[in-house]
T-cell receptor, first 112, second 113 residues
Framework: GENVEQHPSTLSVQEGDSAVIKCTYS??????FPWYKQELGKGPQLIID?????GEKKDQRIAVTLNKTAKHFSLHITETQPEDSAVYFC???????????FGKGTMLLVSP | NAGVTQTPKFQVLKTGQSMTLQCAQD?????MYWYRQDPGMGLRLIYY???????DKGEVPNGYNVSRLNKREFSLRLESAAPSQTSVYFC????????????FGPGTRLTVT
């Protein structure tokens, strides 16, 4: 089955800095890669996703890049703000399957 | 719309007790999921229901049972709770199988002593 590795497990940045979280996946057939944000005491919420026919996708301050050859994808957050502090999860799945395989999460702390 | 709701929010059980975690969604989604979240382990799939009337095992199904009561509701049962089942449990739903967004509930924090 699919295996997703996520790094780093914790990341501390100053407000205004950029943050990058990286994930690698094992199944070269995987073609959908979402990112979820989990705030303290809440359930995860989708923030951005990318499909394998696209190399990069942006939404305001967040972007995701995908390198299919290397089987890795990354979340980029620019101009970080304290409200970006949360746990971020990457995931991967194969089209036609109903289940996501999640990475173990990255705790991002943005200091004012 | 309430989205995905879960009850209870918190529960403490003694080893060997049983309980059912309830989940409901009002988005007319076909697929529903149960995950557990443990520190450093991410989200692990326990069971899922791709559509009403079907259920399948996920990565960590041992010690759990599920029931897809109808399209809206998907319950998770612990027949004989063990301390290893201390965790935060999340229910999620998606429009259907495949690469669709999953919407998560607020979670149930379960402690087994």
């Amino acid at each position: 089955g699919e295996n997703v590795e996520q790094h780093p497990s914790t990341l501390s940045v100053q407000e205004g800095d950029s943050a990058v979280i990286k994930c690698t996946y094992s199944d070269s057939a995987s073609n959908y890669f979402p990112w979820y944000k989990q705030e303290l005491g809440k359930g995860p919420q989708l923030i951005i996703d990318i499909r394998s026919n696209v190399g990069e996708k942006k939404d305001q301050r967040i972007a995701v890049t995908l390198n299919k050859t290397a089987k890795h994808f990354s979340l980029h957050i620019t101009e970080t703000q304290p409200e970006d502090s949360a746990v971020y999860f990457c995931a991967a799945t194969l089209s036609g399957y109903s289940t996501l395989t999640f990475g173990k999460g990255t705790m991002l702390l943005v200091s004012p | 719309n309430a989205g995905v709701t879960q009850t209870p929010k918190f529960q403490v059980l003694k080893t060997g007790q049983s309980m059912t975690l309830q989940c409901a969604q009002d988005m007319n989604h076909n697929s529903m999921y149960w995950y557990r979240q443990d520190p450093g382990m991410g989200l692990r799939l326990i069971y899922y229901s791709a559509s009403e009337g079907t259920t399948d095992k996920g990565e960590v199904p041992n010690g759990y049972n599920v029931s897809r009561l109808n399209k809206r509701e998907f319950s998770l049962r612990l027949e004989s709770a063990a301390p290893s089942q201390t965790s935060v449990y999340f229910c999620a739903s998606s429009l259907s199988q495949g690469i669709f967004v999953q919407y998560f509930g607020p979670g149930t924090r379960l402690t087994v002593t």
